[in-house]
């Protein structure tokens, strides 16, 4: 079983729809959990960052954590053609600094 | 934007060949890290270094090095390259402070080997 796993879609929504993007992950020592954007042809960025359960939000994102179900969700807001990336999700264990990544999900906002 | 650049973006090479697939970052990050990325699959880690002479092998190395002489650079060389090599190359780095510092990744070598 891998570490964190991830549907890789393609998920296709129209434009202003409510995404949900979702990870499941089986180490319990995972404490740190993280989402990328990637573009085509692009490096991996920095989407959202929280420690432990709870949810964070950053204008059209929201990052969720619910430890007990060890599942991780990102929501976007009212979707942008410009979303249209690929999301990888990660979580790590305190005391590491190496992520585990999963396979990411595509998506596409179509206008 | 994080300052991370690799280079070169792109590099087609015949079987056998020796490359070395460079990276640096300005932001003075002592941690940096090499991966391998495929479509649709995971980042799998090759090499990590947490400081100057400091190199580590992930959980895969695919038969290849890195050297680690300076803070800023964190170059990964295939002595031998071979087609199973094909495959996108991303460096990141990370900072100095504590375990909250995430990954910031430069925008990967894309390698051909044929």
């Known amino acids: 079983q891998k570490e964190v796993e991830q549907d890789p879609g393609p998920l296709s929504v129209p434009e202003g729809a409510i995404v949900s993007l979702n990870c499941t992950y089986s180490n319990s020592a995972f404490q740190y959990f993280m989402w990328y954007r990637q573009y085509s042809r692009k490096g991996p960025e920095l989407l959202m960052y929280?420690?432990?359960?709870g949810n964070k939000e950053d204008g059209r994102f929201t990052a969720q954590v619910d430890k007990s179900s060890k599942y991780i969700s990102l929501f976007i807001r009212d979707s942008q053609p410009s979303d249209s990336a690929t999301y990888l999700c990660?979580?790590?264990?305190?005391?590491?600094?190496?992520?585990?990544f999963g396979r990411g999900t595509s998506l596409i906002v179509h206008p | 934007e994080a300052d991370i650049y690799q280079t070169p973006r792109y590099l087609v090479i015949g079987t056998g060949k020796k490359i070395t697939l460079e990276c640096s970052q300005t932001?003075?990050?002592?941690?940096m890290y090499w991966y391998q990325q495929d479509p649709g699959m995971e980042l799998h880690l090759i090499h990590y270094?947490?400081?100057?002479?400091?190199?580590e092998k992930g959980d895969l190395s695919s038969e290849s090095t890195v050297s680690r002489i300076r803070t800023e650079h964190f170059p990964l060389t295939l002595e031998s390259a071979r087609p199973s090599h094909t495959s996108q190359y991303l460096c990141a780095s990370s900072g100095t402070t504590d375990y909250n510092s995430p990954l910031h990744f430069g925008n990967g070598t894309r390698l051909t080997v044929t």
């Open positions: 270094s947490y400081g100057v002479n400091s190199t």
């Open positions: 932001m003075g990050h002592d941690k």
């Open positions: 990660a979580s790590r264990q305190g005391g590491s600094y190496i992520p585990t």
């Open positions: 929280t420690y432990s359960s």
